[in-house]
């Protein structure tokens, strides 16, 4: 079972450049969210969505877009990445229900020079 | 907003010793899920436990087991008889009602020593 799918799982990128991180879950849920994890802290929420067609900024959205076309896909765009935005970045999924377990990603480790 | 805090940043214990997490949080909720979460060195998120805010009874998942009071708004973790495996950052979670959103602690580090 492939699970929540990242990728890549390393970057590097310049100040100024744009990337997209993808996002793909083979579990056909509803719920997909982008968390990033900085030193020293828990993971913030930056944007989610509840079903193909629909998303929603999280606690962190400045700085990053995402759509949401397919079930299956979430990817995350940043669009003039900045030192600020280094972090480690993971994707979720889950079914929808109250308490259902949120499968994450394996991580995609992002930094900006 | 919802506030998750745990309060201890480190804690190490000895193999086969019993270790206790702690975690308060803030919501004015009165139904919702807590988690704890594992991410060992290689950073994947491991689900360990979860509790339900309606259930009285405490969760337990084999060796771990919570301590929750709804009251005092306080959710820690105990880890029975230790392993060099449950080396790791522990966070405490939140999630709201009606959406597949976590609020995160900031995450305790529990090295096990042999």
């Known amino acids: 079972n492939a699970g929540v799918t990242q990728t890549p799982k390393f970057q590097v990128l310049k100040t100024g450049q744009s990337m997209t991180l993808q996002c793909a879950q083979d579990?056909?849920?509803?719920?997909m969210s982008w968390y990033r994890q900085d030193p020293g802290m828990g993971l913030r929420l930056i944007h989610y969505?509840?079903?193909?067609?629909?998303?929603d900024q999280g606690e962190v959205p400045n700085g990053y877009n995402v759509s949401r076309s397919t079930t299956e896909d979430f990817p995350l765009r940043l669009l003039s990445a900045a030192p600020s935005q280094t972090s480690v970045y993971f994707c979720?999924?889950?079914?929808?229900?109250?308490?259902?377990?949120?499968?994450f990603g394996e991580g995609s480790w992002l930094t900006v020079v | 907003a919802q506030t998750v805090t745990q309060s201890q940043p480190e804690m190490s214990v000895q193999e086969a010793e019993t270790v206790t997490l702690s975690c308060t949080y803030d919501?004015?909720?009165?139904?919702?899920?807590l988690f704890w979460y594992k991410q060992p060195p290689s950073r994947q998120m491991i689900l360990v436990i979860r509790?339900?805010?309606?259930?009285?009874q405490n969760a337990t998942e084999n060796r771990f087991s919570v301590n929750f009071q709804k009251a005092a708004k306080s959710f820690s973790l105990k880890i029975s008889d230790s392993q060099l495996g449950d080396t790791a950052m522990y966070f405490c979670?939140?999630?709201?009602?009606?959406?597949?959103?976590?609020?995160f602690g900031q995450g305790t580090r529990l090295t096990i020593n042999p």
């Open positions: 919501t004015s909720e009165s139904n919702y899920y």
């Open positions: 979720a999924s889950s079914s929808g229900q109250l308490g259902n377990t949120i499968y």
């Open positions: 579990m056909n849920h509803e719920y």
């Open positions: 979670a939140f999630m709201k009602p009606g959406a597949q959103k976590l609020v």
């Open positions: 509790q339900e805010a309606y259930k009285q």
């Open positions: 969505s509840v079903g193909a067609g629909i998303t």
